[in-house]
């Protein structure tokens, strides 16, 4: 079956450090690129930044550059979204998504997202 | 501030027909057909319901259908059932850096 499984709920604190993670099964993971997707409590969807997993070419949101670190290992179809030093305001849910790399600009598969609960 | 601008909510009667709009800009919406919409139901993933405007993929109803005209995209749902209250959100290719824009979803609600 075609799908993104991605890592379980994460509770931390803050300052921790984080890396969850996204794998893909029963397609080329190097034919799509992974985007990391941001969803706050209550909020709506915010693209946080891209990997090409062929390459490992990362892609960030200027509101995210910096925060957080992207990267992938592609002999093992996986891509992962990490934090030095975590903050409260990461407290959020996270999804990984896939994008076609041959110039297709929607999203058609959705892992079922990873729930990073940060607090003291 | 999203990129996009959505309505916050839009409601509809079972049966009824809804339009949701996804306005941009000449650097996206306007100047690509690479709008995508997504659904999305209460603590689950977002589900692509029409790709590159008007397009869509195998295994959505029908009653879903996409449209554009100048700087705004449009999603229309006909024959509302009670399934379809979710929150609904539009995606752009953007000339800009960050390559997609998204805009900050609309809740429907199906009285």
């Known amino acids: 079956e075609v799908q993104l499984v991605q890592s379980g709920a994460e509770v931390k604190k803050p300052g921790e450090s984080l890396r969850i993670s996204c794998k893909g099964y029963g397609y080329s993971f190097t034919n799509y690129w992974i985007t990391w997707v941001r969803q706050m409590p209550g909020k709506g969807l915010e693209w946080m930044g891209s990997?090409?997993?062929?390459?490992?070419?990362?892609h960030y949101s200027p509101s995210f550059q910096g925060h957080v670190t992207i990267s992938g290992d592609k002999s093992i179809s996986s891509a992962y979204l990490q934090w030095s030093s975590l903050k409260a305001s990461d407290t959020a849910m996270y999804y990984c998504?896939?994008?076609?790399?041959?110039?297709?600009?929607?999203?058609?598969?959705w892992g079922r997202g990873t729930l990073v609960t940060v607090s003291s | 501030q999203s990129a996009l601008t959505q309505p916050a909510s839009v409601s509809g009667s079972p049966g009824q027909s809804i339009t949701i709009s996804c306005t941009g800009t000449?650097?996206?919406?306007?100047?690509?057909?690479?709008v995508s919409w997504y659904q999305q139901h209460p603590d689950k993933a977002p589900k692509l319901m029409i790709y590159d405007v008007s397009n869509r993929p195998s295994g959505v109803s029908n009653r879903f259908s996409g449209s554009k005209s100048g700087n705004t995209a449009s999603l229309t749902i006909s024959g509302l059932q009670a399934e379809d209250e979710a929150d609904y959100y539009c995606?752009?290719?953007?000339?800009?850096?960050?390559?997609?824009?998204f805009g900050g979803g609309t809740k429907l609600t199906v009285l």
């Open positions: 990997i090409d997993p062929s390459d490992s070419y990362t």
């Open positions: 998504a896939r994008r076609r790399a041959a110039g297709d600009w929607y999203f058609d598969l």
């Open positions: 000449t650097s996206d919406v306007g100047a690509y057909d690479y």
């Open positions: 995606i752009s290719y953007t000339s800009s850096s960050t390559l997609v824009v």
